[in-house]
């Protein structure tokens, strides 16, 4: 009898306890009908939409929610969309990320990318076009410096820090300092000579910026040279908002960590293949990112 009971007891608690932790799921589901996912615009916005497009079908399927995919004007509009509340899942580089941060935004970074080879980091890089005379960055003084977006890290905050090495200002250094507005835009504009060089992303040869380009028929690689190359810089972070409820943060971190195993080909569109999964990362991974922003933001102000 005494068995009997207790198997009974067991039963009804566990009965109990499902039901609470679904009673706990449906709780945010109910708060939450829609999840809205940003990303900064490394490329076009159709671009973004069709690499994004089946990740954003994966997920809402994984988290049994709708989630809807919003194509940001620019690096700020993500940072606002998330002060906001609007945004609740971002993708950003990791200058934007920490602009966030610094500026007041309560979001937590919860995923990056981890390269084919293993590695955790990307690369900074001034193009020339290939039919240049130039060599240096110290030859292209009195010319015209392509940049991406005063949020992007590989696109205006590392290039800058990277200037401010050799004691170069840009706003002086160069006749002309211009913001393309993304990645994309940045070696469009050199190809087409409005500026003389350009900043931009580079993991390996065969994994650039540049490389999604030639693939879409918007560029060729030997049209270009690269004069510059920055020291490795952390991978861009995923970040919820901090107010999420703890049991949505978590589904969200499985659903991405999940992701190239249940959902390959939408893994796989996102970086054209090149990397090999999503790995786990804490607001601590992007500290010194944290520290370049305030650097840069000084240099401005003691330069304005």
């Known amino acids: 009898m005494l068995t009997r009971r207790f198997a009974l007891g067991a039963a009804l608690a566990a009965s109990s306890f499902a039901l609470a932790g679904a009673g706990h799921a449906q709780s945010w589901k109910s708060a939450y009908p829609e999840l809205v996912f940003a990303v900064i615009p490394a490329e076009n916005a159709s671009g973004v939409t069709e690499r994004y497009g089946p990740f954003i079908e994966y997920l809402s399927q994984q988290l049994g929610t709708k989630v809807t995919l919003r194509v940001a004007n620019d690096y700020a509009a993500v940072i606002e969309g998330q ?25 937590e970074p919860f995923a990056t990318t981890v390269n084919n080879d293993g590695t955790i980091g990307y690369y900074s890089v001034f193009y020339v076009r290939a039919d240049s005379p130039y060599k240096t960055i110290d030859d292209l003084k009195g010319k ?31 006749a002309r300092v211009t913001y393309a507005g993304s990645h994309e835009n940045a070696v469009i504009a050199l190809q087409q000579k409005q500026v003389d060089v350009a900043a931009n992303w580079w993991n390996a040869e065969n994994d650039s910026n540049l490389t999604r380009m030639v693939s879409k028929g918007l560029a060729k690689q030997e049209d270009f040279r690269i004069i510059y190359k920055s020291d490795l810089i952390p991978n861009s972070p995923f970040a919820y908002l901090a107010s999420l409820p703890p049991d949505l943060k978590a589904a969200i971190s499985k659903a991405f960590e999940e992701a190239p195993t249940k959902a390959k080909a939408a893994f796989d569109k996102l970086s054209d293949g090149k990397d090999r999964g999503f790995t786990k990362v804490d607001a601590a991974a992007y500290e010194p990112v944290v520290e370049l922003i305030k650097f840069v933001d000084a240099l401005r102000k003691q330069k304005s």
């Open 83 to 107: 002060r906001n509340g609007s945004i609740h899942i971002a993708g950003y580089g990791p200058a934007s990320y920490a602009r966030a941060i610094v500026t007041g935004v309560k979001v």
């Open 144 to 174: 015209n410096l392509g940049l991406v977006d005063p949020n992007s890290t590989s696109g205006n905050n590392v290039p800058r820090f990277a200037l401010n090495k050799l004691k170069l200002n840009p706003e002086t250094f160069f």
